[in-house]
């Protein structure tokens, strides 16, 4: 059976972590667009971002989500966004089926932690079986090779079980 990691990334931390997830596991990306993004910069990023996780919006995605049928392992990526996961995910997780799949988290976040985030997934996603989780605190290029070694014991230890 196949894995499929799905992730949101605003500014490219959760993208970095996904891509190293993804060629360590041989998986499938979707990385989730919003039809709309919210600014990039300053103070209207952290007003229109917070404000979409705080109301737990549902924001219109440009992908069409596949059917999860083919996948036993779906692991999901996200920033923490007003300790919360990002609207995109909102949208993804009320659009599929997932019943008894294998799922796993990955997080980047600013320093806050995504301990709650994590728990707000996995109340939203009952009915399955939480195999693993992961965060990093705004991950950059410059950290590759330790970020590297860190995703593949990860692995080894949650997801290859
Ligand atoms: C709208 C918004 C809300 C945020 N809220 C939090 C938060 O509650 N706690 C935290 O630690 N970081 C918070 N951050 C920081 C991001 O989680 C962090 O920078 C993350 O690495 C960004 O990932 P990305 O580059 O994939 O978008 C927030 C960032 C934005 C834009």
Same mark, same amino acid.
Request: a positive charge.
């Given at each position: 059976?196949?894995?499929?990691? =799905?992730? !949101? ?20 990306? @979707?990385? @989730? +667009?919003?039809?709309?993004? *919210? ?16 109301? &737990?919006?549902?924001? $219109? ?9 083919? !996948?036993?392992?779906?692991? /999901?990526?996200?920033? =923490? ?7 995109? /995910?909102?949208?993804? *997780?009320?659009? =599929?089926?997932?019943? $008894?799949?294998? /799922? ?5 976040? #600013? #320093?806050? #932690?995504? &301990? ?10 009952? #009915? ?18 330790? =970020?590297?070694?860190?995703? &593949?014991?990860?692995?080894? +230890? !949650? @997801?290859?079980?």
């Amino acid at each position: 059976m196949k894995s499929l990691i =799905v992730f !949101y990334s605003l500014e490219g931390h959760t993208k970095f972590i996904a891509d190293i997830i993804g060629n360590n596991l041989g998986s499938d990306l @979707l990385e @989730l +667009k919003p039809e709309k993004e *919210i600014p990039k910069t300053g103070f209207k990023k952290y007003f229109w971002g917070g404000k979409s996780a705080i109301f &737990k919006e549902k924001p $219109n995605l440009q992908n069409k989500i596949p059917s999860m049928d083919e !996948y036993d392992t779906i692991i /999901i990526g996200t920033p =923490v966004w007003a300790g919360t996961y990002a609207p995109p /995910i909102n949208t993804f *997780i009320s659009s =599929v089926q997932m019943k $008894n799949k294998r /799922i796993a988290f990955f997080a980047c976040h #600013g #320093g806050g #932690g995504a &301990k709650k985030c994590f728990e707000k997934l996995e109340e939203a996603l009952k #009915g399955n079986t939480f195999i693993g989780e992961i965060e990093f605190k705004d991950p950059t290029e410059n950290e590759r090779e330790k =970020v590297t070694k860190e995703i &593949k014991d990860w692995i080894t +230890k !949650y @997801l290859e079980k």
